[in-house]
């Protein structure tokens, strides 16, 4: 049935837009929580564990976000192991997080001065207590502008898994366009469904980096 | 269960695969060019000219930087026609890639122009050079040497967003990629495939990006310090 874009196609849209952001929840939990493991592996002083972690990073950095979706979900699927799309867009989302979060953290880690590495080891922490009381809470500083930045990247990367037709905002773009034949209405209003998400996280995520910079100057 | 990795189906179409491979290269070559071309007068336009272009010109940063790189190209390809402007997927999915660039390089090099201290601005002026000579020489080269590792990840980042252009039937390496799936039903095979083209294709793209930036700018750099210490010897 052809209609022209209403109301209706509108409140899909934005209920679309609902699973963009589970999407991008999930996949900052699971991937943030691989992220964390990865960044800590990344300096650990075992060589191999340090040098596995440094090889992650580059070949998921090294690939489009599609490759490990269509890794995730027709591989395998290939190898027997029948994902539902929307599992196994969850699951490639979280591997592209976990690798580019490990990354920023493990900078944000590294940027904690060495002296409190060594005042914190004279003090008998063990390296986990380290990690708990001296570092982290000193490199989430660090960290959080960077973060919030990458996380609307995410936002905007999860309009991939529209391929595997799981219906976020991007494949219900498509979809009300199917009904609507009005391709240019749709997709501007899709376009600024993301921009509504991602515009206050950008400036958030430079309102945090001001902030840092004002306190590291002072 | 039973599972076999089996490569040889897939790399019977070796040449398909290497013709997707160039078109890869070519589109992101094509797209980083022209992109940071447009970053580049997008930055000097904000620098150069009066206010009111500055608006413009944050709103079409703005506006690109939050929205995804799939949508703008549904809007060019679907969208643009029913405006009159038709043209085929591969020049749709180019000029989708060369906005998506030229924003995020154009903000790049805001950032590195606006770490240009002041005060070199004005020991430019005061050296009488024109505004156009202090924005080149002394904001811009410096600016461009300061955020170079940016700017290339970020060239690296939209080689592996041409992955997108598949989306429009496009035949580049994920486009085919997906065909030989198709045809072999090898999908891990052909993915893996793919994915360690992309993988040395980003690689050797940074060990370039990386020659280009000594090249450009610290070799440059090195020979003026060697000049400048000789000088101070002869004093």
Redesign the interface.
């Known amino acids: 049935m052809i209609h022209s874009f209403n109301l209706q196609d509108l409140l899909f849209l934005v209920r679309s837009a609902g699973w963009t952001l589970v999407l991008t929840l999930v996949a900052t939990a699971v991937g943030g929580a691989l992220a964390l493991v990865i960044s800590v592996a990344r300096l650990s002083t075992h060589t191999a564990l340090r040098e596995a972690t440094r090889l992650y990073i580059?070949?998921v950095?090294?690939?489009?976000?599609?490759?490990?979706l269509?890794?995730s979900y027709?591989?395998?699927?290939?190898?027997?192991l029948d994902l539902p799309p929307i599992v196994a867009a969850s699951l490639a989302l979280s591997i592209y997080v976990s690798a580019y979060l490990g990354d920023i953290w493990r900078g944000a880690i590294q940027s904690v001065h060495r002296q409190q590495w060594e005042a914190s080891a004279s003090l008998a922490l063990t390296r986990m207590e380290q990690y708990r009381y001296v570092i982290l809470p000193q490199s989430v500083r660090i960290a959080l502008p960077p973060t919030v930045g990458f996380l609307?990247q995410l936002v905007?990367?999860t309009?991939?898994v529209?391929?595997v037709s799981v219906i976020e905002l991007?494949r219900a773009?498509?979809l009300v366009?199917n009904t609507t034949f009005?391709?240019?209405k749709?997709?501007?209003t899709?376009?600024v469904i993301?921009?509504i998400i991602?515009?206050p996280m950008?400036r958030l995520s430079r309102y945090l980096e001001e902030k840092s910079r004002v306190y590291r100057d002072r | 269960m039973a599972f076999h990795l089996e490569f040889a189906p897939v790399l019977d179409l070796t040449p398909e695969l290497i013709q997707a491979t160039w078109l890869t290269l070519k589109l992101s070559f094509s797209a980083i060019v022209l992109g940071s071309l447009i970053g580049l007068l997008a930055t000097t336009a904000r620098s150069l000219m009066p206010g009111k272009f500055r608006v413009f010109i944050t709103l079409y940063v703005e506006t690109i930087r939050n929205t995804p790189l799939l949508v703008q190209l549904y809007i060019i390809f679907f969208g643009l026609p029913v405006l009159g402007i038709r043209m085929p997927a591969l020049y749709a999915g180019l000029l989708a890639m060369v906005i998506n660039l030229g924003a995020y390089s154009a903000e790049i090099f805001r950032a590195g122009v606006e770490s240009i201290h002041r005060s070199q601005v004005e020991a430019g002026m005061s050296l009488a050079l024109t505004r156009t000579q202090v924005f080149l020489h002394i904001m811009l080269r410096p600016a461009i040497a300061k955020v170079w590792p940016s700017l290339a990840s970020q060239f690296i980042l939209t080689m592996l967003g041409s992955s997108v252009c598949s989306f429009i039937s496009v035949q580049e390496l994920s486009g085919e990629a997906y065909t030989i799936q198709s045809l072999t039903f090898r999908s891990f095979e052909i993915y893996i495939v793919a994915s360690v083209i992309y993988l040395v294709i980003a690689l050797v793209l940074k060990l370039l990006l990386g020659a280009l930036g000594y090249l450009l700018f610290m070799l440059r750099a090195r020979s003026n310090r060697v000049v400048s210490t000789s000088e101070g010897g002869q004093a």
């Not at chain 1, 950095?61 to 490990?68: D, F, S, T, Y």
């Not at chain 1, 027709?74 to 027997?80: D, K, P, Q, S």
């Open positions: 580059v070949v950095q090294g690939i489009p976000v599609l490759m490990v269509f890794l027709y591989g395998l699927a290939h190898a027997g609307v905007k990367n309009s991939i529209s391929i991007t773009g498509q366009n009005e391709p240019f749709v997709f501007v899709v376009a993301y921009l991602c515009y950008s």
